[in-house]
Structures are given as C-alpha cells and as structure tokens.
C-alpha cells in the first residue's frame, strides 16, 4: 500500500507539473514576414505562425533602396492580401488593402497595415502591385506579423460603451481648404471611422485631422487621380479626441469625393 501511494504521488505531480506548462504556453505569435525585399520574390505567398490565433495584425514598412529615397515615390500602389483557410488550398481573403506610395503616416513614413479577425487552421499573406519596377527602383518592402488567441473585432481602446449604430456619411470637397465633415456630439464624445473611401479626381493631398490638432490619416492622389477604399475590419480606422470635429483638409481643387461610416462613441 505504501508503494502505491508513493507511485500516485509521482503520477499527481506529473499531471501539476504538464498543467503548469500548459497554462504557460504563449497566446500571440510574431513573426517577421519581409526583410529589405527586393522585387524578386516580393509577390510570393508567406505562410503565418499558427497557434490558433483568431485576431491579426500585419505592418508593411518601406525603406530606402541603396542611394534611393523612397518617400519620393508617389502615385503608384502595391496590394496586400491577408488570407485564411481551412485546407491549405482554398483560401478566403480576411483583409485586403491597397497601398498608395506618397501617403505618408504622422512620422513621415511610407507605411500601411492590414488587420482581420477569424480563426483558421491556415493563414498567409501576399503582396502584388502592377508597378513592381518602379517601386522596387526605389525602395525595400519590410512587413511583420502578429496573431492573437484572444482576438477581437473592437478596437483595444476607446471602447463605445453605448449602442450608437454605424451611420452612413457622403460628402463632396472640389476646393484646396480646410472643411468640417462630421461635428462633435458633445465634449464626452469621440468620432471614430469604420469605413473609407476616398476617391480624386485628379492629384490631391488629403488629410484627415480634427479640430482639435491632431492629423489622423494621410492620403495622396498622382495625376490621375483613383480611388481608396479601406473595407469595414473590425476595427476602426481613426478616431478624433474627445469633443472635436471630424476634419479633411485638401491640397487642390480637384473633386473629391468621401464616403466613410462612424460612430459617436461615449468613452
């Protein structure tokens, strides 16, 4: 009997001992996804980290090419597709998004990010671009991942305590000024977008700011003008501080056009 007793002592503290490790295990993963890439190979599919993440971040950095100033490219964009599947072999887009090169974030950098939601037992990510010759003249694509267990579709701050739907905005700017699109609901009370599509005429530099100070999205247009379209993620794009106005500010006098969701969130 003492013998057992002794043996079901071992047994219970290797079963402490594997739930202790368990416990310890990580809930995010990260993982560096592109390093000074240059054309060849940029395009390739790279395959993620997988511990069962459900929420996604990718950030895209470009950096200077040998000799090269990167922030000098404009009018051109590359595409980036975060994709998820169930069998290796039929995959489903969880985010894409369409970078414009001349947009610059608040540091003054080419940069863009993806972000998604859904638990797969496969996920990658791709870049591809119809100008990969002129960008890749100039600069280096650097991209990291990370991936949590834990993943949300709200935002990790400034969560909207009230029930407020997403409201539906449209709105028309043919002049190089400053103009209020969204006014503030009270000085307890943040505006935060969901949506966006930017669309110019032809070239413009657009900044949306509040009334406040704070510059929060860049966009810029070449000759030709296009569109910009950031999908509904999840999570929101941007958001003004407390009591400000919703602002854009436009270089040229080129018709542009705004269409965007919000919503009016009391911290």
Known sequence: MRYLIKNLRRLLGLVTLTGIAYA?????????????????????????????QSGHLVNVYFSNATGEDCTTLAGVSMQFYLEGSFNNSQWVVIQANTYIFGT???????????????????????????????????????????????GSRRPTDRLPTDQDPYAKFSF??????????????????????????????????????????????????SASGGCFNVPYSGLYLFATDYGANLRVTTSTAANTTISLKA????P
Do not use: H, K
């Open 263 to 266: 919503l009016f969130n009391t």
């Open 24 to 52: 310890q295990g990580s809930l995010t993963t990260y993982q560096t996804i592109w390093t000074n890439q240059a054309q060849s190979g940029y395009n390739t599919a790279v395959a993620l980290r997988q511990i069962g």
């Open 104 to 150: 610059v974030d608040a540091n003054g950098l080419q940069s863009t990010q993806l972000t998604g939601f859904g638990a797969y037992s496969y996920v990658r990510v791709r870049a591809s671009s119809l100008y990969p010759v002129d960008i890749f003249a100039q600069c280096r694509m650097n991209g990291w991942y990370s991936g949590t267990v834990n």
């Open 172 to 221: 028309s700017v043919a002049a190089a000024t400053t103009t209020t699109i969204l006014a503030s609901q009270g000085a307890n009370r943040e505006i935060s977008v969901w949506d966006l599509q930017v669309c110019a005429s032809a070239a413009n530099n657009i900044t949306f700011n509040d009334s406040l100070g704070s510059n929060l999205y860049y966009l810029t247009f």
